[in-house]
């Protein structure tokens, strides 16, 4: 991602998530040496994204998101190995709205397990998270 890439990248952040970050904090994510923004763009329009924190060895997918007209393509498939063909660590986290049937097929599908339940993580409307790990080879 790069500036220009921010107010699209917050467009879709808006579409998919109850309480999304502004373009201004994807604006600082730019700024930030362990925050990784990979975008997808068709015909030179943003049509998804994937925002990673690279931390001691791990990495935490924050968000990842397609416009409604983007999705069943496979396009989340492709952001994450992507992301995962570019950084190096021992495992990825991520936590998932339970309810989120389709996002939790897929992660299974790339290799994630569930190691864990946060209760009442998301708000708006309040629901827990699966908390799902996948790991690369740790020491």
């Known amino acids: 991602m790069v500036l220009a ?10 579409e998919c998530f109850s309480q999304p970050w502004s373009r201004q904090e994807f604006e600082n994510q730019l ?3 362990m ?4 975008v997808c763009d068709e015909d ?10 690279v931390v001691a060895g791990e990495i935490n997918l924050n968000n990842i998101a397609l416009t409604e007209k983007s ?3 496979g ?6 190995e992507y992301m995962e ?10 936590e998932v709205r339970v309810s989120n049937e389709r996002a ?9 397990e569930e190691v864990g339940l946060r209760k009442g993580f998301y708000s708006e409307p309040t629901e827990d998270a699966l908390l799902m790990t996948k790991r690369y080879g740790e020491t």
């Open 104 to 112: 939790i097929g897929l992660y299974r599908s790339l290799g994630f």
């Open 5 to 14: 890439d921010c107010e699209a990248v917050a467009a879709i952040e808006k």
């Open 31 to 33: 700024t930030l040496s």
């Open 75 to 80: 396009l989340g498939r492709a952001l994450i």
């Open 44 to 53: 030179g329009q943003v049509i998804g994204f994937i925002n990673v924190w």
């Open 71 to 73: 999705r069943g393509r």
């Open 35 to 38: 925050a990784r923004t990979y």
């Open 85 to 94: 063909n570019n950084e190096q660590a021992e495992r990825c986290n991520l």
